[in-house]
């Protein structure tokens, strides 16, 4: 049957090209449910992506398509009533979900980095930059001194652009972009793999959104870090991002390099992202608007979610779920005008 064929396909992104050792996460057959009064909501739907050790990867959609589900469910930080429902997340060879809470814990913080929206909610405003620093240290390498951890927190300040000195100020007496340097250095202050940003520019001006854009890229190149770039934004994915991951009612939509997706999209939900860019060079063109909205995730329709709004919708598209397979050297798709589908191939509507 292939719906059934079409199913067992959605939980396999085999990357073969790649070696071991390249991978630093992957992410297998992953959803995560909220319990509401009318049953289960899939916020994310069965996702498996792998994260290449370096990279940047953008991971792009719309409010409500689950990015930020996925990027919690990565670190584990799913709270009630929600749960990872389905799948392994393996990190440096460890499934997360098969380890105890103790043991997460110091995985969380320590290789795995987190910098949010807004900084001030991860960030005391009763404590000095070098208490949050310290600490941070000191709790997880209880070999360090107070003297060798201060040390550490000032050169990490200076690295990322701000006066050492400033390290016994307050959150309160920073910027918001000097706030979202700072929670960078409290990622990189235990030397982490791979730090998960979630709109961390969204509060930013264009100018300090630049220069913080700049500094991940610097960053990622000294300390070899691996990033996740969680983001509305799909032009602060083309500035930065290695690879993009688009999601659409929490499911994978489109993987490309960050040259395909923008050269060369294939799914037209990205297609649609691309064209409500605004364009500088089109003068006094009308800005592009996708039709509709995101489903309701109570609701979400049969087959492609994305068949109510797609232009090039076809009468498969509403009944069987599109897998999430290769069209090409690292580019992945789930769309049915790009596999042969049920109905036969008279129903593409080209
Ligand atoms: Fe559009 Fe059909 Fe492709 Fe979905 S599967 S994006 S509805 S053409």
Redesign the pocket.
């Known amino acids: 049957m292939i719906e059934e064929a079409a199913a067992d396909e959605r939980i396999i992104l085999g990357e073969p090209s790649l070696k071991a050792g390249e991978v630093l996460y992957s992410l297998r057959d992953v959803s995560v449910e909220y319990g509401t009064r009318v049953g289960p909501v899939a916020a994310v739907d069965h996702v498996s992506l792998d994260i290449r050790k370096g990279e940047i990867l953008g991971l792009v959609g719309e409010s409500g398509c689950g990015k930020s589900t996925l990027g919690k469910a990565m670190l584990r930080m799913i709270a009630r009533p929600g749960k990872i429902s389905t799948g392994e997340l393996w990190f440096d060879g460890v499934d997360l979900l098969k380890i105890s809470e103790k043991n997460m814990r110091q995985i969380r913080g320590a290789r795995l980095g987190m910098v949010f929206q807004d900084p001030m909610t991860s960030l005391n405003p009763l404590s000095k930059i070098v208490d949050h620093l310290t600490e941070t240290i000191m709790t997880h390498e209880s070999s360090v001194s107070e003297a060798a951890a201060r040390d550490r927190a000032a050169q990490l300040i200076g690295r990322l652009g701000l006066r050492e000195e400033r390290i016994d100020d307050y959150p309160h007496q920073f910027s918001g972009g000097m706030r979202q340097r700072i929670m960078i250095a409290l990622a990189l202050a235990l030397r982490a793999d791979l730090v998960i940003a979630d709109e961390p520019t969204t509060a930013l001006d264009v100018i300090v959104e630049a220069q913080f854009l700049d500094l991940l890229r610097e960053l990622r190149d000294e300390f070899d870090l691996t990033i996740v770039l969680i983001t509305h934004n799909i032009g602060v994915v083309a500035e930065v991002a290695d690879r993009v991951a688009v999601m659409y009612a929490g499911r994978l ?1 489109e993987l490309a390099s960050v040259n395909d997706l923008f050269l060369d999209t294939k ?3 990205g297609q649609g992202l691309l064209r409500a860019v605004p364009n500088i060079e089109l003068d006094g063109a009308e800005l592009y608007q996708m039709e509709g909205a995101p489903p309701n995730l109570l609701h979400t329709p049969t ?2 979610a ?2 109510p709004r ?5 009468p ?3 009944q069987h779920q ?1 897998a999430f397979a290769s069209i090409g050297r690292d580019h992945y798709t ?4 790009y596999e042969d589908h049920p109905t036969g191939p008279e129903a593409h509507d080209e």
């Open positions: 939509a799914h037209p939900y087959g492609c994305f068949h797609c232009p090039a919708v076809m498969v598209c509403s599109p789930a769309c049915w005008l």
